[in-house]
């Protein structure tokens, strides 16, 4: 499973939009790129997912360069809502073990008015 | 929907009890996994299933059984509770497809073991 690397911390302001990268240099061939949102005493949450290029959804948009070593989570227009801790997960796309979410620290991000 | 339930959500033990704490998904998922979450740390992965009958180790297993007899079910077993296990338990339930595809998260089970 490819390791991953992102800043433990980030501070923004509401209306500001927030950039979160993620490094993942040995990432393989059939490895996704999955984010997930985690807010206190709550189970993660499921935000985007992508291969390469980039995806949008009414969350959130994911940037992959093209080498696909790492990758960037945007949050248009964050609120105080989106204060989180936000992990970036890499893994094989086909199931059984290869499947397995494993998590790092994330990076908690603290959004102030 | 229901989606992932477990219980109980809070849970008090002492040294060298066992307890079992329940996980169920009404998804008709085939994978299902128990995490752990320390104050200001990640999850770490103790059990997963891959479907009904089949059960594997994650990173951190010692401690805790599991089974899953059924698709719905996959309850995690502390056989004998130390204050090592003092921690936040989540379960989590996705259908086939690997990582692409998303998992969805209980509540979590709020363990102290005094």
């Known amino acids: 499973l490819a390791k991953t690397t992102q800043p433990i911390s980030m501070d923004s302001y509401e209306g500001q939009e927030v950039n979160i990268t993620c490094s993942h240099n040995?990432?393989?061939?059939?490895?996704?790129i999955t984010w997930y949102q985690q807010f206190p005493s709550q189970g993660p949450r499921f935000i985007i997912q992508?291969?390469?290029t980039k995806v949008t959804n009414e969350v959130a948009s994911l940037f992959i360069p093209a080498d696909r070593k790492s990758s960037t989570l945007s949050l248009p227009r964050v609120s105080l809502s989106d204060t989180a801790v936000y992990y970036c997960?890499?893994?094989?796309?086909?199931?059984?073990?290869?499947?397995?979410?494993?998590f790092g620290k994330g990076t908690k991000l603290s959004v102030k008015p | 929907n229901a989606g992932v339930t477990q219980t109980p959500k809070f849970q008090v033990l002492k040294t060298g009890q066992s307890m079992t704490l329940q996980c169920a998904q009404d998804?008709?998922?085939?994978?299902m996994s128990w995490y752990r979450q320390d104050p200001g740390m990640g999850l770490r992965l103790i059990h997963y299933?891959?479907?009904?009958?089949?059960?594997d180790q994650g990173e951190v297993p010692n401690g805790y059984n599991v089974s899953r007899s059924t698709t719905e079910d996959f309850p995690l077993r502390l056989l004998s509770a130390a204050p090592s296990q003092t921690s936040v338990y989540f379960c989590?339930?996705?259908?086939?497809?690997?990582?692409?595809?998303?998992?969805?998260f209980g509540q979590g089970t709020r363990l102290t073991v005094v």
């Open positions: 989590a339930s996705r259908g086939e497809g690997g990582l692409g595809t998303e998992a969805f």
């Open positions: 998804m008709n998922h085939e994978y």
């Open positions: 040995n990432i393989a061939t059939n490895d996704y």
């Open positions: 992508g291969y390469k």
């Open positions: 299933s891959v479907g009904a009958g089949i059960t």
């Open positions: 997960l890499v893994g094989d796309a086909y199931g059984g073990s290869q499947g397995n979410l494993i």
